[in-house]
């Protein structure tokens, strides 16, 4: 058992998160704070982080400091990035730092930050190829990625601070704020045009950093998006282009009433929205995704599994190692989950002439097979409820948030339908009449499943699912038999039957073979 926490001093802010990581190898997030501190525009003349930035930098980690020893963390893994990285005092700055704090902050440079970005962001999302990029207030991390592995990085300095400080794109007068625009326009498409391995590489995008979470929030308040979660969101370039036109046309006081933009942003907003929309022209790029993980996350994953003697830090499967660290922090009978799962994935593929579904809910089957029982750690009674609520709201690598919320659905009627239960708006915009129909279909699978497995101690090894279109009636049969008979077992199948015929219009069958 160990917590570990991670500083990341940013050039707009500085970030403390904690982990816990428990026997069992899984972890969750126990405190996270921010703290805004702009050191880019902290930077004198002479190119010196000021007395002040210098100040503000040692009264915020003597907070983190402290939260750390409340916190009783066994490690701490301190970072600081462009603002300090290109500081000419820097080295000063860190001596201040250690001799003010006693913590020892390593300096990132350019390439190790966009690695460490990939690494944070690459480890939760399904992705192969794309264009990764951190945007944060003083630089700009591009990572080329092919095949979940990094083909080039570049470190720009870039950011929607330093950027913002260089062109006046504030000015009350509308006529010289759009003549500053477009110069700080040309520029950037200038600067990030002369990166030659970028151009019309026709790849989505991947943004990490406080620029992208925020253009998330606004994005999602725009279209009226419920379900709040800034991870693995995506849109198009086109619905991108909107905003961004929108946006250059209003002025700093109209910018304070965007909903989801918070007020220390108003100010550097344009700047950090152009250098993305630079990113579209350049790569001719028409999607982007939201990773909400990036440089800190990146450190985590890096000692954990180093500690866990895993060399590759990079996942092949993201979601499997999702629910498994899930299946672990909630205490979820794992051989049981898997006997479900192995039945109820079989049963999909066997009646695809009854359902008719595409791949991808075989996936949404998986996950609620293999987490239907996780609310149990919350309650047992209604834990169907507690489960459906745990997999909406923890985070699931490796599933599109359709499929999360879908899942959840499904896990909830594991027990049967309870229709009640969704008023939440949050479902009820999220999914259409066709998406409950659905719904009902693979939970009625998952309970057969789940029933097939009743004792929980695996007395039915093994089923042979069939569709018999001439009896016009659905065959279940298990395969291998324990010495005990499986007599519980069938009885709640059976009992099923009912509601699988109104679900897909033929008998449930189910023998011993």
């Known amino acids: 058992m160990q917590r570990i926490a991670m500083i990341d001093i940013g050039s707009n802010s500085a970030r403390l998160v904690i982990n816990h990581i428990y026997e069992n190898h899984s972890y969750n997030m126990v405190y996270n704070q921010k703290e805004t501190l702009r050191l880019s525009q902290k930077i004198d003349a002479q190119g010196e982080l000021t007395a002040e930035g210098v100040k503000s930098t040692i009264g915020t980690l003597n907070n983190f400091a402290h939260m750390c020893k409340l916190f009783k963390t066994d490690k701490i893994l301190a970072v600081c990035t462009a603002a300090i990285r290109n500081a000419a005092n820097s ?22 930050e966009a690695y ?6 690459v480890n939760s999302l399904d992705i192969e ?15 080329l990625v092919k ?16 950027v913002t400080e260089k062109f006046a794109v504030n000015s009350k007068n509308n006529q010289e704020a759009s003549k500053e625009f ?60 909107e905003f961004f036109e929108a946006l250059k046309r209003s002025t700093r006081l109209q910018r304070y009433k965007i909903p989801g933009l918070s007020n220390d942003r108003v100010d550097i907003i344009l700047a950090g929205v152009s250098i993305i929309d630079v990113l579209f022209k350049v790569t001719a790029g028409k999607k982007m995704i939201t990773s909400g993980y990036g440089v800190r996350d990146g450190l985590f994953y890096e000692y954990y599994f180093s500690v866990f003697q895993e060399p590759n830090h ?64 919350i309650n047992y009674y209604n834990h169907e409820q507690h489960s459906a609520y745990l997999i909406e709201s923890i985070q699931l690598f490796g599933l599109s948030h359709y499929e999360q919320i879908m899942s959840a659905v499904v896990a909830c009627w594991h027990g049967g339908v309870v229709a009640g239960y969704f ?23 998952l309970a057969i499943a789940e029933n097939l497995d009743y004792s929980q101690i695996g007395i039915i090894d093994d089923i042979f699912a069939q569709f018999s279109l001439d009896k016009n009636a659905l065959i279940l049969v298990s395969l291998k038999e324990h010495k005990i008979k499986p007599t519980m077992e069938l009885i709640q199948v059976r009992k099923l039957n009912s509601w699988f015929k109104k679900e897909f219009g033929v008998e449930l069958m189910v023998g011993v073979n």
């Open 423 to 445: 008023k939440n708006h949050i479902y009820r915009n999220f999914l259409q009449e066709e998406d409950w129909v659905i719904a009902k279909k693979l939970a009625a699978i």
């Open 91 to 112: 080295e000063n700055v860190l001596e201040q730092i250690k001799e003010h704090t006693d913590m020892q902050v390593q300096v990132l440079t350019g390439e190790q």
């Open 314 to 377: 990079i996942l092949t499967d993201v979601l499997q190692h999702s629910v498994k660290i899930m299946q672990n922090l909630y205490h979820v009978d794992v051989e049981h989950a898997a006997r479900v799962t192995l039945f109820a994935d079989k049963m999909f593929a066997a009646w695809f002439a009854l359902h008719r579904l595409p791949k991808n809910y075989a996936k949404i089957l998986k996950v609620a097979s293999l987490l239907h029982d996780v609310g149990i750690s």
């Open 116 to 121: 460490y970005s990939f690494l944070g962001a």
């Open 147 to 162: 095949s979940r592995k990094i083909v080039f990085a570049e470190s720009i300095p870039l950011g929607a601070v330093n």
């Open 129 to 143: 190829d794309a264009l990764f990029f951190d945007l944060g207030g003083g630089s700009l991390e591009l990572i």
């Open 182 to 241: 477009q110069r700080m326009y040309d520029f950037l498409l200038a600067e990030i045009g002369k990166i030659l391995w970028l151009q019309d590489i026709e790849l989505p995008l991947v943004g990490i950093g406080g620029t992208t979470r925020t253009l998330t929030k606004i994005l999602q308040r725009r279209s009226k998006y419920n379900y709040h979660k800034l991870h693995n969101y995506s849109f198009e370039q086109s619905y991108f282009q």
